[in-house]
Nanobody
Framework: QVQLLESGGGLVQAGGSLRLSCAAS??????????MGWFRQAPGKEREFVAAIRWNIGNTYYADSVKGRFTISRDNAKNTVYLQMNSLKPEDTAVYYC????????????????WGQGTQVTVSS
């Protein structure tokens, strides 16, 4: 089993920044085998891909809507993945979820079996 714990959400004005964290743990969690993803879900909308990173080689993937504004990174010593969000817009408002699994299609929500509880990000205009 893998446990994921997100933190770092909150309320910020448009143009501001937030950094989300996702701490991974569990007996079977071997970070080098996993892809970590961030997804988000706004009210009334489907959960959508935001960013992902393949832990062992560091390849990153971004949704077009966040490219150039968001950065995903990892800290091997802490088994933690981060999502640095800059130049935030009101349309970035959503619950952000961390996800993890092995051998996944990075952008495919259905590929991930392990999910965190989510953290709310609200961007005011």
């Amino acid at each position: 089993q893998v446990q994921l714990l997100e933190s770092g959400g909150g309320l910020v004005q448009a143009g501001g920044s937030l950094r989300l964290s996702c701490a991974a743990s569990g007996r079977t969690f071997n970070s080098n085998r996993y892809t970590m993803g961030w997804f988000r879900q706004a009210p009334g909308k489907e959960r959508e891909f935001v960013a992902a990173i393949r832990w062992n080689i560091g390849n990153t993937y971004y949704a077009d809507s966040v490219k150039g504004r968001f950065t995903i990174s990892r800290d091997n010593a802490k088994n933690t993945v981060y999502l640095q969000m800059n130049s935030l817009k009101p349309e970035d408002t959503a619950v952000y979820y961390c996800a993890a699994d092995q051998a996944v299609l990075a952008r495919d929500r259905g590929s991930y079996n392990y999910w965190g509880q989510g953290t709310q990000v609200t961007v005011s205009s």
